[in-house]
């Protein structure tokens, strides 16, 4: 079996007396779209925490292409390509789109006071610039880069959230309920935006309570349950897990 891009493997989350992720172990191949389902409570937002270096693990490693990353800092774990955005807007409201998207050009280029100064910087101000204008098109919102992002509509502020983390060049981005607040057609111009993200080669971990998402989008699917993991398998095998139908999916037969 050939090593896959990320891989928690055991890993294990105590808060006092309380283990929010217990021994769970899962793959995430290069190129994917994978998804992390699981009721409230399942533990799916601590394992972000974990592998975005939020959190150090009670126990267990997390490896990115086979480097243990778990227990380093959460700007150690971006600068080897895991970007994370978060449920909530983490965008800067009062600040335009371009200013956003250059926030997530920051780790490649590190301003420098005395280079300021001198006015030495241009060169990197312009790369900057440029990785900046080139995610924010990529997600169709460079027209709107003079715009307050938060004047943006709650569809496109989700999509410049991705821009920023784009900008950042990720190899692997964790979404973390990027649907979530969005009407149906929102829903469906993300997951096209989705596509076109992993078809550039970025690999995608996302956690998504909305279920027509998650089975029209994934290549492969965890879930979890207390903690623990409860299946894996494809849409179609998750659809039709007795388990999961019954831990997850409230005794419904099958996931629209």
Known sequence: MSRPL??????????????????????????AIHGLIGPNGAGKTTTF?????????????????GEVISGLKMSQVARRGVVRTFQHSTLFAELT?????LVGTHMA??????????????????AAQARAEEALDFFGLLALAEVMAGDLPHGHQRALGMAVALAAR????????PFTGMNPE????????????????VTILLVEHDMHAIMGLCD??????????????????????????????GGARHVA
Not at 114 to 125: E, I, K, N, P, V
Not at 221 to 243: D, V, Y
């Open 49 to 65: 925490n974990v592998i975005s270096g939020f959190y150090k693990p009670t126990a267990g490693e997390v490896r990115l292409r």
């Open 97 to 101: 789109v371009r200013e956003n998207a």
């Open 6 to 31: 990320l891989e928690v493997a055991k890993l294990t989350m105590r808060f006092g007396g309380l283990t929010a992720v217990d021994e769970l172990s899962f793959r995430v191949e290069q190129g």
């Open 220 to 249: 492969r699917i965890t879930c979890m349950s207390f903690g623990k993991l409860l299946a894996e398998g494809n849409p179609q095998e998750i659809r039709n897990h007795p388990e999961v139908i019954r831990a997850y999916l």
């Open 170 to 177: 990720p190899e692997i981005v964790l979404l973390d309920e």
């Open 109 to 126: 280029f590190r301003p420098r006071i005395l280079s300021a100064l001198l006015g030495s910087d241009t060169q990197d101000r312009r």
């Open 186 to 201: 929102e829903t469906r111009e993300m997951m096209e935006l989705m596509r076109k993200l992993r078809d550039s080669g």
